[in-house]
């Protein structure tokens, strides 16, 4: 993985080639031969030097006032999500840290209490990961429902690995393409805040090696961060299932995520999950366990 030095800089001019000049008063057509606004439009947009922006997108260790860099957001039209990310990046390219508070969770252990909390939310699937996206523990529902993305113990069930190496990701994720976006997107924001993590980048760097699908929405630096969102699987026992999911930050293990599928009791879907998990419907013997 780049350093992040240069991520910031390659960050900063992918926001700048997707803005319509237009919407800021500036001209298309004869001139330009970027897409987008010139670094000179960026920083008259945001108020400060075109030397000092500059630097910033050359990825030069600059120190950056949070005004500053909120004049640069909104010079770029950029989301909250985009906002923040970029903070992040500001941050880790000056070297200041960007969170405080206990280490992250590091290794495949889960605590027993959260496999207890996992198997009380029985009959909802109920999942513990990390922001390496490791599925480290569930319940059976859990385990059943993603049988597909545990058939390989030596992936350890990690999605990301199961979207861009395994083709059995293509006939379970209904969406596939949405869902390959949002996984590179969350590796980005992930990868941001953890530039020290050795396990995360090796996983980057691999997927980036080895997918020509990955490789290519990396270079886009999009971001994607979802609290919760809508799930669409085909799953080889039951077919077509459509669910929600909510997400839980465990904070006395900071990086560890629970992850809850919200099913209505009494629904075709409770049906057929519970079908599934009274056929032994669940993942190989040893994974996500």
Known sequence: MAPEDSELGSFLRSRRARVNPTRFGGATGIGRRVPG???????????????YYARLERGRKVRVSETVLAAIARALDLNDL??????????SAAKVPTATGAQDHHGDAVRPELNVITDALSPLPAWITNYRMDFLAGNREARALYAPLLGNPEDKGNRARFIFLDPVSRGFQCQWEQVADETVGALRWYAT??????????????????????RSRW????????RSGDVHVNHPAIGDLKLVYERLDVTHDPGLSLFIHVVEPG??????????????????PGVGV
């Open 193 to 214: 805040r953890h530039p020290d993590d050795r396990e995360l980048s090796g996983l980057i760097l691999d997927l980036n090696s080895r997918s020509t699908e990955f």
């Open 219 to 226: 270079g886009d630096h999009n971001i994607s961060h979802h």
């Open 267 to 284: 629904s075709t879907i409770a049906r057929r999950l519970a079908d599934l998990v009274a056929d032994g419907g669940s993942a190989p």
């Open 37 to 51: 606004l010139r670094r000179e439009e960026v920083a008259t947009l945001a108020g400060i030097s075109v030397e």
């Open 82 to 91: 985009e906002a923040t990310h970029l903070h992040d990046l500001a941050h």
